[in-house]
Nanobody, 122 residues
Framework: QVQLVESGGGLVQPGGSLRLSCAAS????????MGWYRQAPGKQRELVAH???????NYADSVKGRFTISRDNAKNTVFLQMNELKPDDTAVYSC????????????????WGQGTQVTVSS
């Protein structure tokens, strides 16, 4: 059973920083792309940042220059370093990954974490 577990959310003042982590566990053969999404109250879920297995990244315009996505392939973990946080960054942040479980040939499946709350407020 493959699962993604996020950590690192919380309450932070405007201008502050947080680092989110998402660890994939279970019987995993390979992990392709990984990403972070967020959903604020009353809004649609949006892509925040995305990273390929080779390390290529892309970001939402609203977070460019402030957020950095990275991954540790040896630990099946993706990170999101969030700096210069703003109240508009308040949302539930969820991890997403394309994973091939062991025993499933080359089939790839998309997995979601349970989400972690990030609140930016003074």
């Amino acid at each position: 059973q493959v699962q993604l577990v996020e950590s690192g959310g919380g309450l932070v003042q405007p201008g502050g920083s947080l680092r989110l982590s998402c660890a994939a566990s279970g019987s995993i053969f390979s992990i392709n792309a990984m990403g972070w999404y967020r959903q604020a109250p009353g809004k649609q879920r949006e892509l925040v940042a995305h990273i390929t297995s080779g390390g290529n990244t892309n970001y939402a315009d609203s977070v460019k220059g402030r957020f950095t996505i990275s991954r540790d392939n040896a630990k099946n973990t993706v990170f999101l370093q969030m700096n210069e946080l703003k109240p508009d960054d308040t949302a539930v942040y969820s991890c997403n990954a394309d994973i091939t479980p062991r025993g499933f040939g080359w089939n790839q499946y998309n997995y979601w974490g349970q989400g972690t709350q990030v609140t930016v407020s003074s």
